[in-house]
């Protein structure tokens, strides 16, 4: 893998923007952690992140809407972008994964449909671009019972601390903190 590229963004109306203006990270932290945690799971623990904050919208309330995160890695490099001003940005939310043989493109992410192109076949699926669908994703159901499951001890973590630790580092520097 030599490339991440992920994008999360939204309208956020202008009640909700004055409220997370009063904190510092802007959307990076509020929607950006969840995609950053997608990187770390695919890269782990960036060397450098750099990150870039911007108020681009008309209205004075100093919240940093539109953002843009680099992860650098030895071989590798991932970005993270996210907005409070997307229009449809939910339907755009996506992942793109780039190796050497193979680009793994899903969009959107909350009801995905993968594509997948190929170098060369491999099991069933042919060499060239090609679309794999997924069930129906719902939102929190899986991991509202997944973390039952922890708490209760029926189950360890997928995740141990040294990941948790990455991914909380990571979404800090990405909001320029």
Do not use: W
Not at 2 to 15: G, I, Q
Not at 33 to 47: E, K, R, T, W
Not at 57 to 63: S, V, Y
Not at 149 to 158: H, L, V
């Amino acid at each position: 893998v030599f490339e991440v590229h992920t994008v999360m963004s939204k309208v956020v109306d202008n009640a909700s923007r004055r409220q997370l203006a009063e904190y510092p990270g802007g959307m990076m932290f509020e929607l950006g952690c969840h995609i950053i945690d997608l990187v770390i799971g695919i890269l782990d623990a960036p060397s450098q992140v750099t990150a870039y904050a911007q108020h681009a919208a008309e209205i004075d309330d100093g919240l940093a809407d539109n953002m843009l995160a680099v992860f650098e890695y030895p071989r590798a490099l991932a970005t993270v972008k996210t907005t409070a001003m997307e229009v449809e940005g939910f339907a755009r939310r996506h992942l793109v994964v780039c190796g050497t043989e193979v680009t793994f493109h899903i969009q959107p992410l909350d009801n995905p449909t993968a594509r997948v192109t190929l170098s060369q076949a491999r099991g069933d699926h042919r060499q060239g671009g090609q679309e794999i669908h997924f069930p129906k994703f719902s939102r929190y159901g899986a991991d509202a019972a997944d973390m039952a499951q922890i708490i209760r001890g029926e189950k360890a973590s997928d995740f141990d601390y040294a990941h948790d630790l990455a991914v909380q580092t990571a979404v800090l520097k990405a909001c320029g903190l």
